[in-house]
């Protein structure tokens, strides 16, 4: 079982909701990025989420674009993210780190070496946006050579046919796109997502994690006792554009662990 496999296990065991924090690999530069990682899992973070940098995303909201644009400035590509991991690698074996991004520098560096260089790294699963389950048996075939696991996005919209095309093809476990419209979004329907989630799971067979528009511990717990993970993404974004360099990592941390207090408050 992978890494993500076993942390869903170990949670549930314990009665728990994975935290998925969410950032951009080289935001607000590249010299932090490792020391966020550390921080994250320190503050409550079970699984790290972390977006390649990408000129032309089509899911990221305003808050995560002007991520990708700083991150990009300092010229980091896909590569280097795989770097960043490596060494997150050097102290932590434990934590899972999904990639979260685009075709188009996976399709460049190709499906074979990106899964090997993933593996070697550490990553534990991938998230394309723009390879749709109907196109993706190339990157899951590499993928899956090397036990990594390939995440697809579900939302308010998928038909019952996607559902179950998306169960053949993903591992690991589904997200589920809490709301119409991209990262950073309002008007989350807690009870319309509630009435979602156990029929995914049921179709699907594996744990579902529930983002996009979670931007408070009160959000967070709410979600929490019904999903199988929390991700939060342009909120802890937000966090890191605000924050003067010398406090963000602590402001961070601090707002994590509030939203990790939040969850496992029942």
Do not use: W
Not at 100 to 113: F, K, L, V
Not at 138 to 153: E, H, K, Q, V, W
Not at 177 to 187: M, P
């Amino acid at each position: 079982m992978s890494r993500i496999g076993n942390t869903f296990r170990a949670l549930k065991a314990q009665e728990k909701t994975a935290l998925i924090p969410f950032i951009t690999a080289g935001d607000p530069d590249p010299e932090l990025t490792v020391p966020i990682l550390h921080a994250l899992v320190a503050a409550g973070a079970d699984i790290i989420e972390m977006g390649v940098p990408f000129s032309d995303p089509m899911a990221d909201g305003p808050t995560i674009q002007r991520a990708s644009e700083r991150a990009l400035h300092y010229g980091v590509g896909l590569k280097d993210v795989l770097a960043m991991v490596a060494e997150f690698r050097g102290t932590n074996t434990t934590t899972p780190i999904v990639l979260m991004g685009y075709a188009n520098p996976i399709e460049r560096m190709g499906y074979a070496a990106f899964a090997a260089q993933a593996a070697a790294a550490g990553v534990d699963g991938v998230l394309t946006v723009d390879i749709p389950p109907e196109e993706c048996i190339g990157l899951a075939d590499a993928l899956a050579a090397y036990s990594i696991d390939m995440i697809f996005l579900l939302s308010p919209t998928t038909p019952a046919s996607r559902i179950k095309l998306v169960a053949q093809r993903a591992s690991g476990f589904v997200y589920y796109v809490s709301l119409k419209g991209v990262t950073g979004s309002a008007n989350l329907d807690l009870d319309e997502v509630a009435s979602h989630i156990p029929v995914i799971r049921e179709r699907c067979g594996m744990p579902v994690g529930v983002g996009f528009g979670i931007r408070d511990a009160a959000t967070a717990h709410s979600i929490a006792q019904f999903a199988d993970a929390v991700v939060i993404g342009s909120r802890i974004v937000q966090e890191i554009e605000s924050s003067p360099r010398e406090q963000l990592v602590d402001n961070l941390s601090r707002f994590v662990r509030s939203i990790r207090v939040a969850m496992d408050t029942k």
